[in-house]
């Protein structure tokens, strides 16, 4: 077990690196340059010019650059935002759990209702109730993140008026961040009314961000649904005399569900991307805003310092997921021997 | 705290379904994007702005609300000695700086404040120069270590600035952003606590509104400030609500979330127009967009090339197409709303014929080839430049001009155009601070030539009228220079001035004496809502 520990680690550093050297190289790639974008219109002298570029520390060869960098990275110093002037990794921090609440209230979402759906979908196969679920589950595969969002908030906000517009808390409340979840902080603030309008907030952002992996969740169970219920087993259990909805719940959805939980695992990249669009439309203060700014107003630091966290989060994530499996299954744990 | 109770106990009277006649009133704006941070001499953004100087802070002078006019700030008057060199002020007794958790103010606002204010973004030697990365952009770009020669205080409430050479559009830089006076004894403290930075964080000035908290990306939160020297704000509570989605803003102001929103849709404003819960205000904005002629390459070298040109561009087909309406053409490079804008001269025609028989005489009866940059981004004088571009290519094909579109990024755009490599292209300028000097001098004067000057525009007769017109205090005198100024640049045709954008503000009915600021900028004092 250690040695696939190790094994799967030693992975994580050229990883890493390829990391760093992509967002590096890429950005510097794109033409634009952060003086010259903040002087505007107005222009600037050129020896202001080397000034600033100098202070920023872009006057150096692109390889010193990069090596300044890493060589800071790995000293715990993402350095600072171009812009703001204060620390990359602070603001990540305080951005990340926004963008981590977003994404796991989408994804709970779109599980309470994916499987369920899903699930019926192949009980009564071939029904209209089945078309038209997967026609619909078709739809919001492809639904335009910015559309669909703009539509839910004329109708339940504007129209209705039964959920908020935009933002993470009313503002009549004044929630001091402790853990930068908005839900605990709101519970730990003791002002009355707080936690039920963060939650309020959270319902049209997770249900957009929840769509796609939604539709994915329930077409991936009901087709897992119908591989399984075609099993012999089932058809024994049927023989048995077992109620049906025992023979669905108990013995074909345990074994649907592994591959369902594989897919689930596969949103998480897609939540990340989702969350960039989703994050803008609803002004909500995550990660996604933050890293799309950084590209417009070239704010390397930002850009390079959040790609690196990004990836080191999913890394971490994949790592972990994979442990799990080795915990899970022999197989994987010995390399296959 | 007491801020954060006061909150609870609306939000609970909210959710009770009692709002008693004494609640607070809060107002809430939803602004277009984050500030760049805390302290306004470090950026130059409009955004920043928005959410301190013109909240937080006051200035020596300021600009009276809704106008480009100078009226007293922190200084009650001010003299300018007869050679223009030495300015005056009379400060303000008895104006308090604001209280915060980490800060209260043993003393009043005094002469040492604006002394810090200065030599902080002036001096390599004051402690705070190269405190949260220093970098004083728009104190650089208005060229104040320059004009500075010196400044001292001559008692308590006297200050006395000097400066190297006369330059009558000062006293309107001092009523800019960059210029708001922060407390030297807050930065002393915070020196002492080895907590600098905090003085840019967490801002303290002796404005209408004292900041109380910042969640990046998401609310800014203000409460009025109880001693202001011009009297308590209407409103007890100012509340940035962080919206970067234009229609999503919109979505808001409809739901009753805000009460004042920016930068609407232009595709939106017909459906505001005729919404009953809102009030769209709008103004001509302090702003030109313009098409400039690289003067020193061939043939824009020839005036008569210019002017032909300039006459064959169906601006009013622009200002529909482009602006979709929100746009008034431009005739003189600065806009009506400047002081010594001059009316009388006659605007260039439209009339491709002319143009064509202007051409033939230049020297071109088969026109010529030549490129036309067009911006990628919208810009506040100009919504859509490609566009434009187009159209203009469209006109200048009629004359037997043949037009290449040349695009950039926009950072690699300002710095290509700058360096002269366009023949023509497009571009425009928002006004700093309302003096005429800001638009003519800073975009067409010879220094400039390398920078701003993108028309590559020397003529010496007007650089002339407006050194001159710098050199005077006297705004009866200088406005003649401009007019002057304005009637040669006709003849000269450096650039075809296309528009000035219309600015246009979304506010609730309930919103009362909200003005437009002719800076583009969003100030809340004097605001109320019923």
């Not at chain 2, 602004?31 to 941070?37: I, L, V």
């Not at chain 2, 205080?153 to 001092?174: G, M, Q």
């Not at chain 2, 490599?421 to 010879?446: A, S």
Request: glycine content about 8%; overall charge neutral; aromatic content about 10%.
């Amino acid at each position: 077990m250690f040695r696939f520990f190790l094994t799967r680690f030693s992975l994580i550093i050229p990883t890493f690196i390829g990391v760093t050297l992509l967002t590096f190289a890429l950005i510097r790639l794109v033409p634009g340059d952060p003086v010259e974008l903040m002087a505007g219109e107005r222009g600037i002298s050129p020896e202001r010019h080397a000034e600033l570029r100098a202070a920023m520390g872009l006057d150096k060869p692109l390889l010193v650059q990069y090596g300044d960098y890493i060589l800071n990275v790995v000293q715990g110093d993402l350095g600072n935002s171009v812009v703001t002037r204060t620390p990359v990794l602070d603001e990540f921090m305080t951005l990340f759990p926004a963008t981590i609440e977003l994404s796991v209230c989408a994804i709970l979402f779109a599980m309470i209702v994916g499987l369920p759906l899903g699930i019926l979908a192949a009980v009564k196969r071939g029904s209209i109730f089945d078309h038209s679920l997967m026609g619909i589950s078709l739809t919001g595969y492809s639904m335009p993140i910015f559309w669909w969002a703009l539509l839910l908030i004329l109708l339940f906000s504007v129209n209705l008026g039964w959920t908020p517009v935009s933002g993470r808390i009313s503002v009549m409340y004044w929630v001091e961040p402790v853990t930068n979840f908005m839900l605990i902080d709101a519970l730990l603030s003791d002002e009355e009314g707080a936690f039920s309008s963060a939650l309020s907030h959270l319902i049209l952002p997770a249900i957009v961000l929840g769509t796609v992996p939604l539709a994915v969740i329930a077409r991936m169970t009901r087709s897992s649904m119908l591989e399984v219920l075609g099993e012999d087993y089932i058809r024994t259990a049927r023989a048995k005399g077992l109620a049906p909805l025992r023979v669905v719940a108990q013995h074909a959805l345990r074994n649907a569900l592994i591959p369902v939980v594989t897919v689930i695992g596969l949103q998480v990249g897609v939540l990340f991307a989702g969350a960039i669009l989703t994050e803008t439309i609803f002004a909500w203060p995550g990660i996604g805003k933050w890293l799309i700014e950084s590209v417009a107003r070239r704010d390397y630091p930002v850009l390079q310092g959040g790609v690196l966290l990004v990836a080191a989060v999913i890394m971490i994530v994949n790592l972990l997921v994979d442990l799990t499996y080795g915990v899970l299954n022999p197989r994987i744990r010995h390399g296959g021997h | 705290m007491h801020h954060a109770l006061r909150g609870a106990a609306f939000g609970l009277a909210i959710a009770a379904g009692f709002a008693s006649p004494l609640a607070a009133k809060t107002l809430v704006y939803c602004s277009e994007g984050s500030p760049e941070g805390f302290n306004p001499a470090f950026f130059t953004a409009g955004t920043t702005f928005d959410a301190t100087s013109r909240q937080v802070f006051d200035k020596l002078v300021q600009f009276e609300r809704g106008t480009t006019k100078i009226v007293p700030g922190l200084a009650e008057s001010w003299s300018v000695s007869e050679e223009g060199l030495e300015y005056t002020f009379k400060l303000r007794k008895g104006v308090k700086f604001h209280t915060s958790k980490t800060f209260k103010p043993t003393r009043d606002f005094n002469a040492q404040d604006i002394i810090f204010t200065f030599e902080r973004q002036w001096k390599s030697d004051n402690p705070y120069h190269t405190v949260s990365g220093g970098a004083y952009e728009y104190f650089n770009s208005m060229d104040m270590p320059k004009l500075l020669k010196s400044i001292e205080a001559v008692d308590d409430y006297t200050v006395k600035i000097t400066l190297n050479e006369p330059e009558a559009p000062f006293l309107a830089n001092l009523a800019m952003d960059f210029m708001s006076v922060q407390s030297a004894e807050y930065a002393d403290q915070m020196a002492k606590a080895g907590t600098q930075t905090k003085v840019d964080q967490e801002p303290i000035g002796t404005g209408p509104f004292q900041f109380v908290g910042y969640q990046k990306d998401a609310v800014i939160r203000y409460r009025a400030n109880e001693a202001y020297w011009g009297g308590k704000a209407p409103i007890d509570t100012l509340v940035f609500s962080i919206t970067p989605d234009a229609s999503v803003r919109y979505a808001k102001l409809k739901a009753g979330e805000c009460h004042v929103m920016a930068y609407p849709n232009p595709a939106d404003l017909a459906a505001m127009k005729t919404d009953p819960t809102i009030n769209l205000m709008s103004q001509e904005g302090l702003n030109v967009g313009y098409l400039a002629f690289n003067t020193e390459k061939a043939p824009f070298t020839d005036v008569k090339v210019r002017q032909a040109l300039s006459m064959a561009v169906n601006r009013d087909a622009i200002i529909e197409a482009v602006y979709q309406g929100a746009g008034k053409k431009a005739k003189n490079p600065i806009p009506p709303t400047i002081w010594s804008y001059n009316d009388k001269v006659e605007d260039t025609k439209y009339d491709p014929e002319a143009a064509r028989k202007l051409l033939a005489d230049a020297g071109f009866p088969n026109g010529f080839e030549t490129d036309l940059w067009a911006m990628p981004v919208q810009r506040p004088y100009n919504p859509n430049a490609r566009r434009m571009a187009e159209m203009v290519q469209a006109d200048w094909a009629k004359i037997g001009v043949k037009v290449k579109i040349v695009s950039y990024e926009w950072g690699e755009y300002l710095r290509r155009t700058k360096d002269g490599e366009h023949q023509t292209m497009l571009m425009g300028w928002t006004g700093d601070n309302g003096d005429p000097d800001n638009f003519l001098y800073v975009l067409l004067g010879c220094e400039a030539v390398g920078s701003a000057n993108r028309a590559r525009f020397c003529y010496q007769p007007f650089n002339e009228l407006l050194i001159k017109a710098k050199r005077t205090p006297d705004v009866a005198e200088r406005t003649k220079f401009y007019e002057q100024a304005q009637v040669v640049f006709k003849e000269q045709a450096p650039w075809l001035t296309v528009a000035h954008s219309v600015v246009y503000e979304p506010i609730r009915k309930e919103v009362k004496n909200y003005k437009i600021d002719p800076f583009g900028g969003h100030i809340f004092y004097g605001v109320d809502i019923n």
